[in-house]
């Protein structure tokens, strides 16, 4: 189990909604007999996280795939300025010792649905509709003003696993229509392929800004019946 916690110290950010104890979060992993009683796997970074932040705020949604004999870590940094989201990656052969690569690696340049980062991450062999060996869906941060950090999502393909390119010009998956639970942000889809449909849970939440609704948030479902990433319909419960 791959996750992410915090410890009682307060990080010095640049925004003020992150200046509590809790908010300097770090990636652990926990191992299971029997996938209900867990037990924690320290690492050698602080406290028994798996790797370090450095003097970032955080490092949260650690997504993780296997790419050969390497096991893939991908983490969520926060930086103090509250400047952007940046996605680190680290490479280890033993779960234990995590060499850092850098950056996650673009051979193309941000389009404007990302252009503030990236959130979450789900790295899957091809399901078959991306034409590239890897393909990654994600959270992707809007940096224009006028978006106010909207959420979307995003996909992209990689050739080796670690740099990536964007699939489209534009995002898969946006807000639903106003007046929806979603209708203000979608964001940490998580793939299951099934056949030949493509099935994406999601996290959604209204505008805040409508009364009454600053509560509504929940998961949510949405499915592509002919592989089509772009072309995913909502489940509506």
């Known amino acids: 189990l791959w996750y992410y ?15 509590h104890p809790g908010y300097r979060l770090h990636a652990g992993l926990a191992v299971s007999k029997d996938g209900i009683n867990w037990q924690r796997r320290p690492g050698n970074a602080f406290g028994g996280a798996i790797v370090g932040n450095g003097e970032d ?27 952007g989201w940046v ?11 995590w060499d ?6 673009w051979s193309d340049d941000p389009r404007y649905y990302d252009s503030n980062g990236v959130i979450t991450r789900q790295v899957l062999r091809d399901p078959g509709g991306a034409g590239a060996p890897w393909m990654m869906i994600y959270t ?18 990689s050739d080796d696993g670690l740099t990536w390119r964007r699939q489209f010009d534009g995002p898969v998956f ?3 229509e106003q007046g929806a639970w979603d209708d203000y942000n979608v964001a940490n889809p998580q793939l299951c392929v099934r056949d030949k449909e493509l099935w994406m ?5 209204a505008d805040p800004t409508t009364p009454g609704a600053a509560a509504l948030r929940g998961i949510g479902m949405a499915v592509s019946k002919d592989g089509d990433l772009r072309s995913f319909e909502r489940i509506n419960s």
């Open 5 to 19: 916690a915090g410890d009682d110290g307060t990080p010095e950010s640049a925004d003020p909604t992150y200046r």
């Open 57 to 83: 705020i955080y490092g949260a949604f650690p997504n993780v795939y296997q790419l050969g004999h390497r096991t893939i870590l991908q983490v969520t940094i926060k930086d103090l300025d509250f400047k």
């Open 87 to 97: 996605t680190r990656v680290w490479a280890s052969e033993d779960l234990q010792t």
């Open 100 to 105: 850092y690569l850098g950056p996650m690696t």
């Open 140 to 157: 992707a941060v809007d940096g224009r003003p006028e978006k106010k950090q909207q959420r979307t999502i995003g996909v992209a393909v």
């Open 174 to 176: 946006v807000a639903a």
């Open 201 to 205: 849970t999601y996290f959604g939440f």
